[in-house]
């Protein structure tokens, strides 16, 4: 796994110094290795720990969560409410979100599928952690970013701005309008 995950890390940091036409490119070729790696089963060759992987994806999954506290934070600070009562809204309703979304994780789920990690067989271990956490955890971890530049976009008050120009940094898009 090794020489996958090494050049897909060289082209995420040539993407960090790369211009923005190709800054998009590099992030589908980095991700785009990890699928060959994925086809090539790889992972057969890789032990896994499985209590420690369940354990470092969950605690991934609460520093994401958060970030988006974070991100709901910054939006309510910078923005400028004409009508307080629907800021206030937006903002208790956001972080209900993002309590619901601890819930949905945490609520036995996390320890349910830990456990069936723990019972499986060596080699369906890896391919499990590779597929069941590696995998679903980068579709929740994407999921979650969207939505904290969601609702961050939406308590900052810019309509105009895409939701992806929202989540990435503004030298990957190039945006035409005046607030992003």
Not at 34 to 49: D, H, I, K, P, Y
Not at 159 to 168: D, E, P, Y
């Amino acid at each position: 796994m090794a020489p996958f995950n090494l050049a897909a890390s060289a082209l995420l940091i040539g993407a960090a110094f790369a211009g923005s036409p190709w800054v998009l490119g590099l992030f589908v070729a980095a991700a785009s290795l990890f699928v060959v790696s994925t086809v090539m089963r790889s992972e057969r060759r890789f032990s896994l720990n499985a209590a420690h992987f369940a354990e470092r994806h969950g605690g991934r999954h609460l520093i994401v969560l958060g970030e988006s506290v974070i991100a709901i934070a910054v939006g309510a600070s910078a923005s400028n409410p004409s009508f307080r009562g629907e800021w206030l809204s937006g903002v208790v309703l956001a972080l209900v979100l993002v309590a619901a979304l601890w819930w949905s994780y945490f609520d036995r789920e996390d320890r349910r599928a830990a456990d069936k990690l723990v019972a499986a067989e060596p080699e369906q271990r890896s391919r499990m952690g590779l597929l069941g956490y590696w995998y679903a955890h980068l579709a929740l971890i994407a999921g979650v970013v969207l939505i904290a530049a969601g609702i961050r976009q939406l308590l900052e008050g810019h309509s105009g701005m895409g939701l992806l120009a929202a989540a990435w940094p503004s030298s990957c898009w190039a945006t035409s309008s005046s607030d992003g």
